[in-house]
C-alpha cells in the first residue's frame, strides 16, 4: 500500500510542476513577443525606444534564465524544473529572427555559461566535451539558418528538442 501511495504523490507532483512550467512558459512567451513587436514590429516607436527595448529583451531572457538556474540549486525536490524553465528561456531567446550577431553572441555567451554552471566539477568528463561540443554546433547552426528555423516550427521544435536532450 505505501508503495502505491508514494507513486501517487510522485505522480501528482510531477503533474504540478508540469502545470506550473507550463503557464509559466505560456506566460513569458506571451510577454517577451509584446516586447519583440515592439521592439521590431511597432515603426512608430523611435529608434532609441526601440534599442531600448531590443536591450530589454536580453535582460528579460537572460535574468529570467539566470534567475531560475540559480533558483534550481535552492529548489530540492523542484530543481530541475527550475533548470529546464531557465534553459527553455535561453534556448526561446536564441531564435529571435531579427537579433544581431552582437545581440545572439550576448545570449551565446549567458546559455554556455549556464551550461557549464550546471555541469560544474564534470569538466573533465568525457560526456561534458561532447556536450559541449554539440551545443557550440548548434548556436553555429542557428545563426547560419536562423530565418529558416525561426520561420518554421517544426525546426525550431527540432532545434529545442536537441538542446534539451544534449543537455
Same mark, same amino acid.
Not at 42 to 54: F, G, N, V
Not at 64 to 87: D, K, Q, R
Not at 93 to 117: H, K, P, Q
Not at 120 to 136: E, K, N, P, Q, T
Given at each position: 500500500?505505501?508503495?502505491?501511495?508514494? !507513486?501517487? &504523490?510522485?505522480?501528482?507532483? *510531477?503533474?504540478?510542476?508540469?502545470?506550473? $512550467?507550463?503557464?509559466?512558459?505560456?506566460?513569458?512567451?506571451?510577454?517577451?513577443?509584446?516586447? *519583440?513587436?515592439? $521592439?521590431?514590429?511597432?515603426?512608430?516607436?523611435?529608434?532609441?525606444?526601440?534599442? *531600448?527595448?531590443? &536591450?530589454?529583451?536580453?535582460?528579460?531572457?537572460?535574468?529570467?534564465?539566470?534567475?531560475?538556474?540559480?533558483?534550481?540549486?535552492?529548489?530540492?525536490?523542484?530543481?530541475?524544473?527550475?533548470?529546464?524553465?531557465? !534553459?527553455?528561456?535561453?534556448?526561446?531567446?536564441?531564435?529571435?529572427?531579427?537579433?544581431?550577431?552582437?545581440?545572439?553572441?550576448?545570449?551565446?555567451?549567458?546559455? /554556455?555559461? &549556464?551550461?557549464?554552471?550546471?555541469?560544474?566539477?564534470?569538466?573533465?568528463?568525457?560526456?561534458?566535451?561532447?556536450?559541449?561540443?554539440?551545443?557550440?554546433?548548434?548556436? &553555429?547552426?542557428? *545563426?547560419?539558418?536562423?530565418?529558416? /528555423?525561426?520561420?518554421?516550427?517544426?525546426?525550431? !521544435? !527540432?532545434?529545442?528538442?536537441?538542446?534539451?536532450?544534449?543537455?
Amino acid at each position: 500500500m505505501e508503495d502505491g501511495t508514494n !507513486l501517487l &504523490v510522485v505522480a501528482m507532483s *510531477w503533474a504540478a510542476q508540469l502545470t506550473v $512550467a507550463i503557464f509559466f512558459i505560456a506566460g513569458f512567451v506571451s510577454f517577451y513577443t509584446e516586447v *519583440w513587436n515592439r $521592439a521590431f514590429s511597432d515603426s512608430e516607436r523611435s529608434r532609441t525606444e526601440r534599442i *531600448w527595448l531590443r &536591450v530589454a529583451l536580453i535582460v528579460l531572457a537572460i535574468g529570467l534564465g539566470s534567475i531560475l538556474h540559480f533558483a534550481g540549486y535552492l529548489g530540492g525536490s523542484t530543481s530541475m524544473m527550475y533548470h529546464n524553465i531557465g !534553459l527553455f528561456i535561453l534556448v526561446f531567446s536564441l531564435l529571435d529572427g531579427e537579433i544581431n550577431f552582437g545581440e545572439y553572441l550576448i545570449r551565446c555567451v549567458a546559455l /554556455i555559461t &549556464v551550461w557549464a554552471m550546471h555541469h560544474m566539477g564534470h569538466f573533465m568528463v568525457d560526456r561534458f566535451a561532447i556536450s559541449m561540443i554539440i551545443l557550440v554546433i548548434i548556436l &553555429v547552426v542557428v *545563426w547560419r539558418f536562423r530565418h529558416t /528555423i525561426e520561420s518554421r516550427f517544426p525546426l525550431r !521544435l !527540432l532545434v529545442s528538442s536537441i538542446v534539451a536532450i544534449d543537455f
